[in-house]
């Protein structure tokens, strides 16, 4: 440090500003080594981002001329990251507290976990110094602190081992008296993996009276918690930012999103909305089928409208599909009382009691035979019997073949429009449709 | 011609025709569908889609890869944007742009995670500490989920800011048909790079935005949630600080008319002025085309900026003979709190309000009309 060349370079890092630490605070020595990391790394100040988190320790990027985001409490680690994916060439170096570790510990987990390339320096002094010394995630058991008068009772969270358990690529502990600290940081930037240095410091504002700390107890505290220090993990795996690039390369320049339009090849005659439930069961494919009775309207001049509903289990109960065909733009898709109904399943029954109930004479129901409980309503019932289907039906093809019975029945859509829906996608799925379409029609 | 297709689908393609490259959310019914084509589009742009491990870390993402270069947008529903809070305060003092997406369902709490609700627009306008405007855009049909994203986009970009699209459950999740020609598409700014060595902010004349200063250039950019000056220095000089807050406060609230959408239907001679916006305002639509075939008379006015508030097109909607309101919305009256400021006692103001997690009827709305809005 005493070396004339290296404090001209370190200038380029830091600015001309005093530090506004307390005497004897330990982020003065850090950040000074910060800035010998920096000096010996060369990086262009503007290619690094010194992202800094909530208390003491958040004052620290205004004090270098790099380029610094100052957030929220804990979130330090989500822009940083943020900032790692959108530039990955970018040097990002978190500064946060053991006050962040807690509040902000879902992130560090994560951030370990996608091994994502950001050197987070945790200022870690035992307590939050900047609101008055209360107790953090890293307090020792016993310790004094403005909110444990009595002692702590919580156990320290050992940081290094829960990054290193999940994901991190560098792990290293060690104080702000260390000397080859700097070395340390200039390391872990060149990892260019999740780098953490958990560094003990000394608070002399709040832990330190309290607790009677020195640098000496800081030491002897590492044998109290069995605890290590110095170089604890290195592992390769791969950095996030790169993995993801690599991962998606492939995507690259694929063609957008556009809009599928469907032109109309039928000619309809429906001169009102009509308003059509599949009631069936989850898995069923109920919505697959109404999707098709949606795409045949639109092949015939119409519009249509699908709202669906299953229950977030989606491979069990029910599955119901309510449809809207009109010959007119569809402003509104909420319930009405349905004009038919197919109910293809117990399940779907169970679910559409009411508007059974509401139906009326001229109203059509469409199910099938078996059904355990009786479908009670004043609509005309037709059954159709899937096993009358000149093949034997797999059971993801009986939704599609009662449907097109019952359509070919309600006559609402013109002929063929059904099956050039269900046949539009060139698939095995389609082949599939086709076969099924030509068994509904026997 | 017409498509077969959802409101999710419509906002992707929205944002992905803005030019967005950056997006992170967190699984939450009904917004999974947009995260879900995000994951899958953006890569073709050489875009980042990421899933977060949690709502703030998403929107945080989305915030530290804006001030990298990208154009965010995150997407959400009601208990997201619960943990969103913070740090849209962040993207307000920082002067983010940044596009959120408020798929609405009926809340509060877990609520109904697959029933509609639209409860979410007061909070979207004082979601944050501090209480400073934000704005907010609502589509009232598949189509404006497109031209609305657009829109949002080129907002955020112009006053850089969060921007909301307040969605909801039926409009993204019930497929519909559109005809491609409704699909507009507004224009969307491009970023401007800040000119070298210039300050990142700038309060005077208080509302002008410079360009964001975005790092990876060849100049350092500081930014800081904390009060600040143009340098993104930490200040407490209440000058200064009084001049930033002023700043964030009339940048979007002396521009509401370069702001301002709605869409004003009168009828001449109408009585009854119906209010709506998202998907009430297609109930809302049906009811006019309906009651108007037969004889009666009504104006109706779709808002689409609900914030900030279009007050001078809502006292044009107000006038001409108007002695009614009836504001209908899937919550307790949230925007006709808006209307009634706004009217000031000068006309009557009556809601329609369901939180039943079912839609207004074409129904409802009809059953509002008077003897005078039918008689002829």
């Not at chain 1, 359509?407 to 086709?434: C, H, M, V, Y």
């Not at chain 2, 709506?276 to 006015?301: F, P, Q």
Request: hydrophobic share 40%.
């Amino acid at each position: 440090m005493s070396d004339p060349t290296t404090i001209s370079t370190l200038a380029h890092y830091r600015n001309e500003t005093p530090y506004p630490f307390c005497p004897g605070c330990g982020h003065h020595a850090i950040l000074d080594q910060l800035g010998a990391a920096l000096s010996c790394l060369q990086i262009d100040p503007a290619k690094v981002v010194l992202v800094s988190d909530i208390g003491c320790a958040g004052l620290s990027d205004q004090y270098f001329s790099t380029s610094a985001f100052h957030g929220l409490h804990g979130r330090s680690l989500t822009y940083a990251t943020g900032i790692k994916l959108a530039r990955p060439d970018l040097k990002v170096i978190v500064i946060m507290g053991d006050g962040g570790t807690g509040i902000g510990g879902a992130h560090l987990l994560n951030a370990a976990r996608r091994n994502i390339g950001l050197t987070v320096l945790v200022f870690n002094n035992f307590n939050f110094g900047m609101t008055g010394g209360q107790h953090s995630t890293t307090t020792p058991t016993g310790a004094i602190t403005s909110t444990t008068p009595g002692g702590n009772l919580e156990r320290p969270l050992d940081i290094c081992a829960t990054v290193a358990a999940n994901g991190a690529g560098y792990v290293w502990r060690g104080t702000s008296f260390d000397h080859d600290l700097s070395e340390r940081i200039a390391e872990a930037v060149r990892a260019e993996c999740f780098a953490l240095l958990d560094i003990w410091e000394l608070c002399t504002a709040y832990y330190v009276p309290k607790n009677k700390a020195s640098k000496k107890t800081l030491t002897l505290l590492l044998d109290q918690l069995d605890l290590k220090a110095g170089l604890l993990h290195r592992a390769e795996y791969p950095e996030y930012a790169a993995a993801y690039r690599e991962a998606t390369a492939p995507l690259l320049g694929k063609p957008l999103p556009s809009p599928e339009p469907i032109a109309a090849r039928f000619a309809a005659t429906l001169e009102r909305p009509f308003h059509l439930v599949i009631a069936g069961a989850a898995g069923g494919k109920v919505r697959s089928s109404a999707r098709l009775v949606g795409e045949a309207a639109l092949l015939s001049g119409l519009w249509a409208a699908q709202r669906d509903d299953y229950p977030i289990t989606v491979k069990t109960g029910h599955s119901i599909a309510e449809l809207v065909l009109s010959p007119r733009e569809i402003h509104f898709t909420g319930a009405a009382r349905p004009d038919a109904m197919i109910v293809l399943s117990q399940e779907g029954l169970g679910k559409v009691g009411a508007q059974l109930a509401a139906m009326e004479a001229g109203d059509r129901v469409f199910t099938v035979p078996d059904l355990v409980d009786p479908v009670m309503t004043r609509a005309q019932i037709t059954i159709i019997d899937p096993k009358a289907a000149p093949s034997k039906l797999a059971p993801g093809r009986v939704s599609l073949y009662c449907v097109a019975r019952a359509l070919r029945d309600l006559g609402i859509l013109p002929d063929g429009a059904l099956e050039a829906a269900a046949t539009r996608r060139a698939s095995e799925l389609s082949r599939e449709n086709a076969e099924t379409m030509r068994w509904a029609s026997v | 011609m017409r498509e077969f297709t959802d409101g999710s689908t419509a906002i992707v393609r929205g944002a992905l025709d803005a030019g967005c490259t950056f997006f992170a959310g967190y699984p939450i019914t009904p917004a999974s569908p947009i995260l879900m084509q995000m994951m899958r589009e953006l890569p073709k742009v050489g875009g980042v889609a990421v899933q977060g491990e949690d709502e703030i870390a998403s929107i945080g993402m989305c915030i530290g890869a804006t001030l990298a270069g990208a154009r965010a947008m995150t997407a959400t529903s009601g208990p997201g944007l619960s943990l969103y809070s913070e740090n849209i305060g962040l993207a307000i003092i920082g002067e983010v742009p940044l596009v959120i997406v408020d798929v609405q369902r009926l809340g509060p709490a877990t609520g109904g995670a697959t029933t509609v609700g639209q409860g979410d627009v007061q909070f979207a306008r004082w979601g944050t500490a501090g209480g400073y405007p934000i704005v907010a855009l609502a589509p009232s049909s598949v189509a404006e989920c497109y031209s609305l994203t657009r829109r949002a986009f080129d907002l955020a970009e112009r006053f850089r800011c969060p921007v909301f699209i307040l969605s909801d459950k039926e409009l993204n999740m019930t497929t519909t048909t559109v005809d491609v020609a409704a699909y507009e598409a507004p224009a969307v700014r491009t970023r401007t790079q800040l000119p070298a060595h210039q300050k990142p902010y700038r309060y005077l004349p208080a509302g002008e935005v410079p360009p964001l200063a975005q790092y990876g250039g060849g100049e350092t950019v500081r930014f800081t949630g904390s009060t600040h000056d143009e340098r993104a220095i930490i200040t407490k000089a209440p000058a200064k600080v009084a001049q930033l807050n002023e700043h964030l406060r009339a940048k979007i609230e002396a521009h509401v008319d370069e702001i301002e959408m709605v869409v004003h239907d009168a009828q001449p001679g109408a009585r009854t002025l119906w209010v709506s916006y998202g998907v009430t305002a297609g109930a809302m639509r049906a009811a006019a085309a309906e009651v108007r075939s037969t004889g009666a008379k009504v104006s109706t006015l779709t808002v689409q900026s609900l914030w900030p508030v279009p007050e001078r097109a809502i006292h044009t909607a107000l006038a001409n003979g108007i002695t009614r309101v009836v504001v209908a919305e899937l919550n307790h009256g949230q925007y006709r709190r808006e209307i009634e400021r706004v009217a000031a006692g000068t006309v009557e103001v009556a809601g329609i309000h369901r939180v039943d997690g079912e839609l207004i009827t074409p129904g409802q709305f009809i059953e509002t009309l008077q003897t005078a809005d039918v008689a002829r």
